[in-house]
């Protein structure tokens, strides 16, 4: 099908030449017109679609995050989906560091490829989240549980959004 499309495109090319050429230079201009009006409202309906069931979780608590709230992303795509829905707001990243010492790092392009073991030094531990007055954690159904365990043992939970299999919980008054 995409073959055919710089066929198509010459021919509406030539179709306009030829009534530019036998009536008026208006109506190829008012076609182009409506065409470009008409892709520009296509595509703004495309960027502001949800396009996924991370973007649909995030979206949903983005307005009730507050500037002072630690979200931490346990699984790789509400990570990615919220550095897209989520500009500007740090996000934590979880990492399995050496002896299996759960580890956070703010660095997007380390999670992927960063094999266990080899981890940088963490910029944040599980003790700094716990102490954050509030904290969201994002994760995928059966990932990382015993982490997610460990980082809200005794936290209250305030409110728990899932969207698909995927899960943002809200988080607050740690106990030691």
Not at 106 to 114: C, D, E, G, R, V
Request: net charge neutral; charged share 10%; proline share 6%.
């Amino acid at each position: 099908m995409i073959i055919l499309l710089p066929a198509l495109l010459s021919l509406i090319a030539l179709g306009l030449d030829y009534i530019y050429m036998h009536w008026t230079w208006a109506i190829p201009i008012l076609l182009c017109a409506a065409i470009v009006i008409g892709s520009t409202a296509g595509l703004y309906a495309y960027w502001h679609m949800t396009k996924s069931a991370e973007s649909s979780l995030v979206l949903n608590i983005r307005p009730e995050i507050k500037s002072t709230d630690t979200i931490v992303s346990l699984d790789y795509y509400p990570t990615a989906t919220s550095y897209f829905y989520l500009p500007g707001t740090p996000v934590l990243n979880y990492v399995r560091g050496k002896n299996e010492a759960s580890q956070f790092t703010y660095n997007l392009l380390l999670y992927p490829i960063i094999q266990p073991g080899t981890a940088p030094i963490a910029k944040v531990t599980l003790s700094d989240i716990r102490h954050s007055s509030r904290f969201w954690v994002l994760n995928r159904e059966g990932i990382h549980t015993d982490v997610q365990s460990a980082l809200t043992d005794h936290c209250s939970l305030v409110k728990t959004t899932m969207v698909s299999r995927f899960t943002a919980t809200l988080w607050e008054n740690c106990q030691p």
